[in-house]
C-alpha cells in the first residue's frame, strides 16, 4: 500500500541569529517510518525538529508537513500543526506538581477534550500502551527517568498524532533504560505513528535499525550503509 509522504523539505536553509543552521536541506518523511537523525551535538538536529513544529522559522526553500506550508505559518495553524504532533524532549518537561494522571488531563482539556469519561478512557489506554498503567497516581518525583521518560511518550500520544518528533530522548537515560525507550519508539512506529528522532547513541541506532539521516557540516545527508565504526562522530 502506498503511503502517504507527511513532510518534505527541499534546498531547505534554517538560521538562528543570523548563523546558518542547516543549508541546501533536503529531508521526506513518510507515514509509518522511524527515521534517526544523528550528528555531533550543535549540528542542527534539534534544529531540524523545531522547524519541524514550527518554533524555528524556514529561511529558504521548501517546506511543508501535513499539509501546512511551515514558510510564515500563522499562530492559528502553529495550533493546529501541534495537535497533530507528539513532541518528546530530552528532560521529559513534566508538571512536577501534579500526578501522572493530571499531567496527562492538563494536555487533553488544553487540546479541546471535554468529556471526563473520554478523558479517562484516553489516559488509560496511553498509560497502558507506554507499558506504565500502574503509575497514573504517582508524582513525577516518585517515578524513575525512565518512567519520567514514558509519561512523556504517553503525553505525545494522547491526541494520536501522525508523527512523533523525539529530541534526544535517551539522552538522561542509563543505557539499559534507553533501550527501552527505543524500543517502545519502535513499537508505537509499528502500530502506524512516524517517529523522528535525534541522537548520537549510535549503539541504540544499530540495536534498532531503520533510515539514518546525518547533519553533518550544515547539511542532511541519507546514510545508506548501517551505522558502523566508520560512520560513528564522536559527540
Given at each position: 500500500?502506498?503511503?502517504d509522504t507527511l513532510v518534505r523539505l527541499e534546498n531547505v536553509e534554517l538560521t538562528l541569529d543570523s548563523d546558518v543552521i542547516l543549508r541546501d536541506a533536503t529531508f521526506s518523511l513518510l507515514s509509518g517510518e522511524f527515521v534517526y537523525v544523528i550528528g555531533r551535538v550543535g549540528s542542527g538536529k534539534s534544529s531540524l525538529l523545531r522547524a519541524l513544529y514550527a518554533e524555528l522559522p524556514v529561511a529558504g526553500g521548501q517546506a511543508s508537513i501535513m499539509g501546512y506550508d511551515l514558510h510564515g505559518i500563522s499562530l492559528r495553524d502553529t495550533a493546529g500543526l501541534r495537535r497533530r504532533l507528539g513532541i518528546v524532549f530530552q528532560d521529559f518537561q513534566l508538571l512536577t506538581d501534579r500526578t501522572v494522571r493530571r499531567n496527562l488531563e492538563f494536555v487533553?482539556?488544553?487540546?479541546?477534550?471535554?468529556n471526563p469519561d473520554d478523558i479517562d478512557r484516553r489516559i488509560t489506554e496511553t498509560l497502558r500502551q507506554?507499558?506504565?498503567?500502574?503509575?497514573?497516581?504517582?508524582?513525577p518525583h516518585e517515578l524513575s527517568g525512565g518512567e519520567q521518560q514514558r509519561v512523556a511518550i504517553a503525553r505525545a500520544l494522547l491526541n494520536m498524532p501522525a508523527i512523533i518528533l523525539a529530541d534526544e530522548p535517551?539522552?538522561?537515560l542509563d543505557p539499559e533504560t534507553g533501550r527501552h525507550i527505543v524500543?517502545?519508539?519502535h513499537d508505537i512506529c509499528r502500530s502506524g505513528t512516524a517517529v523522528v528522532m535525534t541522537t548520537h547513541n549510535y549503539d541504540l541506532v544499530r540495536r534498532y535499525p531503520a533510515r539514518v539521516v546525518k547533519c553533518e557540516d550544515g547539511r542532511l545527508t541519507s546514510l545508506e550503509a548501517p551505522i558502523e565504526s566508520a560512520n560513528i562522530i564522536t559527540p
Amino acid at each position: 500500500m502506498e503511503r502517504d509522504t507527511l513532510v518534505r523539505l527541499e534546498n531547505v536553509e534554517l538560521t538562528l541569529d543570523s548563523d546558518v543552521i542547516l543549508r541546501d536541506a533536503t529531508f521526506s518523511l513518510l507515514s509509518g517510518e522511524f527515521v534517526y537523525v544523528i550528528g555531533r551535538v550543535g549540528s542542527g538536529k534539534s534544529s531540524l525538529l523545531r522547524a519541524l513544529y514550527a518554533e524555528l522559522p524556514v529561511a529558504g526553500g521548501q517546506a511543508s508537513i501535513m499539509g501546512y506550508d511551515l514558510h510564515g505559518i500563522s499562530l492559528r495553524d502553529t495550533a493546529g500543526l501541534r495537535r497533530r504532533l507528539g513532541i518528546v524532549f530530552q528532560d521529559f518537561q513534566l508538571l512536577t506538581d501534579r500526578t501522572v494522571r493530571r499531567n496527562l488531563e492538563f494536555v487533553l482539556r488544553a487540546t479541546g477534550w471535554k468529556n471526563p469519561d473520554d478523558i479517562d478512557r484516553r489516559i488509560t489506554e496511553t498509560l497502558r500502551q507506554t507499558g506504565i498503567p500502574d503509575k497514573a497516581e504517582r508524582m513525577p518525583h516518585e517515578l524513575s527517568g525512565g518512567e519520567q521518560q514514558r509519561v512523556a511518550i504517553a503525553r505525545a500520544l494522547l491526541n494520536m498524532p501522525a508523527i512523533i518528533l523525539a529530541d534526544e530522548p535517551t539522552g538522561n537515560l542509563d543505557p539499559e533504560t534507553g533501550r527501552h525507550i527505543v524500543g517502545l519508539l519502535h513499537d508505537i512506529c509499528r502500530s502506524g505513528t512516524a517517529v523522528v528522532m535525534t541522537t548520537h547513541n549510535y549503539d541504540l541506532v544499530r540495536r534498532y535499525p531503520a533510515r539514518v539521516v546525518k547533519c553533518e557540516d550544515g547539511r542532511l545527508t541519507s546514510l545508506e550503509a548501517p551505522i558502523e565504526s566508520a560512520n560513528i562522530i564522536t559527540p
